[in-house]
């Protein structure tokens, strides 16, 4: 194919409503509350970001990652399998085996590398991949990866994930899902998952991005909340750079598990193993997690005080209980109109469009973290009860 000009495809991209942009965020006035940010000379509250326990600012994190520069310098210089990987790296997954209750835990240097190497590891040509229609990408583009035949199920629905497993050729190898699901913000049915996935013999991959540190009565994450171990979930997935207020993720399981993917799974081995300041911060945030368990329990108060007041105020909700909160506005010039007018209000609330979520089911993205204020939750709903219910 010849090399095409690219401006007739950006313009068909913003006639859609479509365009992506960045906004920076200039600094944060308190630099201990990532909750409140000033984007272009604007003050906002920032309601979109993944920071649900507010630890991205915490000082013991900065300390952390400070006096570990200092001792380890900033890079590791070459990947895990060659000289890279550190006493840091090695003290950070002994702490996540611990703290999942799984034999061993793997670093990877992002949540959407950790996707690709498991499943493409597990999964090969000849097989078959399944997943959740509503997904998250890396594990949508994990499976396209891995070269297996790939199918969906619809959302939620362990029924039909079932069917599908039943169908045996080609064999389903993994059967892979969100576990609390990053743009609606409801929890997947794991343990008929995990019975569909264990009498068909296929590896249950859960990616609990957002729900590690979070849900559960200790912040084990989705896992927990269904009480189900590591033979019920035999893959986790767990990401540092949301809850956990750093960078990185992980992979937990058996010891065979662990040393497999080391061994085939291409994201962990053909890349550099992130800085170790990275895994030191990592380990605080673990630390404080565990410690300030207010922190969990506030942004989960602070969710139920949101719905409850907007529900009383008439603004849609979608069916989630977490701190993901979508307001469904059902078109994607409808999402960024209200994303406008709510930065106008001091707030960052950023509409979610195609093809994150399907066309038709655009929304704002509410996120509650335990760094954000009662009134600030209050002013939030009162600006969205202006916007989306009719006078
Ligand atoms: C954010 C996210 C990822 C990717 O994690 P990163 O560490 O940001 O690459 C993977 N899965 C889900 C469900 C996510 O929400």
């Known amino acids: ?86 006493r840091e790296h090695a003290a950070l997954e002994e702490e996540l085996a611990a703290f999942t209750g799984r034999e061993r835990a793997l670093l990877f240097s992002t949540g959407y590398m950790a996707n690709l190497g498991v499943v493409t590891a597990l999964a090969s040509r000849g097989e078959s991949v399944l997943l959740d229609r509503l997904s998250h990408a890396s594990l949508i583009d994990a499976g396209l990866l891995s070269g297996a035949r790939f199918r969906r199920y619809p959302h939620c629905d362990a029924r039909a994930a079932r069917r599908l497993l039943e169908e045996g050729e080609p064999r389903t190898t993994v059967l892979a899902t969100d576990g609390l699901f990053s743009m609606d913000g409801d929890v997947a049915p794991l343990p008929a998952l995990s019975q569909a996935a264990r009498a068909h013999d296929a590896w249950l991959v859960v990616d609990d991005a957002h729900g590690i540190g979070v849900l559960g009565r200790s912040g084990r994450g989705a896992v927990e909340l269904a009480g189900l171990g590591c033979e019920q979930v035999p893959v986790l997935v767990g990401t540092l750079g949301k809850a956990f207020g750093t960078f990185g993720a992980f992979v937990a399981g058996t010891g065979a598990l662990i040393d497999f993917l080391i061994q085939r799974a291409r994201s962990y081995i053909y890349t550099t193993a992130l800085p170790q300041p990275v895994a030191a911060a990592a380990r605080a945030a673990l630390r404080v997690s565990q410690q300030e368990t207010w922190r969990r329990e506030r942004a989960l108060a602070l969710t139920a005080r949101f719905r409850a007041a907007a529900r009383e105020a008439g603004v849609p909700l979608a069916d989630s209980v977490t701190p993901i909160q979508p307001i469904p506005l059902g078109s994607a010039r409808a999402a960024l109109a209200a994303q406008h007018a709510l930065l106008e209000a001091g707030f960052w609330v950023v509409a979610i469009r195609s093809p994150t979520v399907p066309v038709g089911e655009e929304r704002l993205r509410v996120t509650l973290t335990a760094g954000h204020e009662e009134h600030q939750v209050d002013a939030l709903v009162e600006s969205l009860s202006r916007l989306c219910v009719p006078a």
């Open 1 to 86: 194919m010849k090399r095409q000009p690219l401006e007739p495809a950006l313009e068909e991209i913003e006639r859609q409503h479509l365009r992506r942009r960045r906004a920076t965020v200039d600094a944060y006035p308190r630099p201990d509350s990532h909750a409140n940010v000033i984007v272009e000379g604007r003050r906002l509250v920032d309601f979109s970001s993944n920071d649900y326990l507010g630890l991205a600012g915490h000082p013991a994190l900065a300390a952390a990652m400070t006096e570990c520069a200092r001792r380890c310098g900033t890079g590791s210089g070459a990947s895990h399998l060659i000289s890279g990987h550190g």
